[in-house]
């Protein structure tokens, strides 16, 4: 695989060798080489000078072939620097734009591809949407709290009330009947007596031991006694009725009392939707979040500053690998 900047680099460096050859005939010029001879000192010291030249060399020639085997990547017109970091969609889509080419320089940041976003971003409305639903239920579900209790105690309290006044009420109502039927009992026994005179009066009448008039009295009378008695049986009747209903009052006020007695349950049952609302809230906000962050990722940036290496995006496609950076020396 064909090396370039790797090449330059190997010529630069010969380059540098090849001076620094170059430069020793010239030092070493025939009249200073002819006192060498006759100075075993200077001598000495010029091959010290040589010896340490060539270990220069050595080193030099030995850290360009590390660096090539070690700290370069290959491509097929260039040599990065680096170690490679291949980037990948993290996402499925098609690439939509590719912004890079093979050996252009990046930074950090950098939009390289850009993956079609539409769907992301119809997930993302959609997510938001979902939220702003699940926001009002849950406040709705907070406001209904307080309400709930409240209601509950003041139902509790009230059907208490309610036992207290239909007790009252059922008492009242017996009372007005063992008065009317007691009414009735003497309503009754005037009617007998009545009738019991008005049969005697009438054989006495028809005797003529007693004046007509004296008869008509005991009639009006034996009239009037029956009379009551009608009456007093519609009142009696009245105030049965009046009890029973009394008595229907008193049992609905005690189921009252036992659904309002079920207050504690009430208001936890409502608090108990309020917490699933706000949970709902979480959930509705993560998944926000995943679609947000499903829609950063339609945009493939360089994490580093560095050098676009192998490059295999293309508009269109759907794929994993996308495109190799290789850091620069630079970078951070």
């Excluded at 976003?117 to 709290?145: C, F, G």
């Excluded at 003041?154 to 009420?169: F, M």
């Amino acid at each position: 695989m064909s090396n370039k900047i790797g090449n330059q680099t190997t010529e630069a460096r010969e380059e540098d060798v090849t001076a620094l050859l170059e430069h020793e005939p010239e030092v070493m010029k025939p009249d200073v080489a002819s006192e060498s001879l006759q100075n075993p000192s200077t001598t000495r010291r010029r091959k010290t000078l040589l010896i340490s030249i060539a270990i220069v060399i050595v080193a030099v020639i030995g850290d360009y072939f590390v660096r090539s085997a070690f700290l370069y990547e290959d491509t097929d017109d260039a040599q990065i620097h680096g170690h490679v970091m291949p980037l990948s969609a993290r996402i499925n889509g098609q690439v939509q734009e590719v912004r890079v080419i093979e050996g252009q320089l990046v930074h950090a940041g950098d939009v390289l591809v850009v993956i079609d976003p539409k769907d992301y971003k119809i997930a993302v409305n959609q997510a938001r949407a979902n939220l702003a639903d699940a926001e009002a239920t849950a406040a709705s579900s907070m406001w209904s709290v307080p309400v709930t209790s409240a209601t509950a105690w003041s139902t509790l309290d009230s059907s208490q009330t309610a036992i207290d006044n239909a007790g009252a009420g059922v008492k009242a109502a017996e009372q007005n009947l063992e008065s009317a039927k007691a009414l009735l009992l003497q309503d009754e026994a005037n009617a007998e007596k009545s009738d019991a005179d008005l049969a005697r009066y009438a054989q006495l009448v028809a005797k003529e031991d007693i004046s007509r008039q004296q008869y008509d009295q005991a009639l009006a009378a034996a009239k009037a006694n029956r009379a009551a008695v009608v009456s007093a049986t519609a009142a009696v009747q009245s105030y049965e009725q009046a009890l029973h209903q009394a008595e229907g009052k008193l049992l609905q006020a005690k189921a009252d009392l036992r659904s309002a007695q079920t207050a504690p349950q009430q208001v936890s049952v409502v608090r108990a939707k309020a917490d699933a609302a706000n949970a709902q809230v979480d959930q509705r906000k993560a998944q926000l979040d995943q679609t947000e962050l499903d829609l950063s990722y339609t945009m493939i940036r360089s994490p580093v500053n560095g050098i676009v290496g192998r490059k295999t995006a293309e508009v269109g496609q759907n794929g994993q690998e996308l495109v190799d950076v290789v850091p620069s020396t630079m970078s951070g």
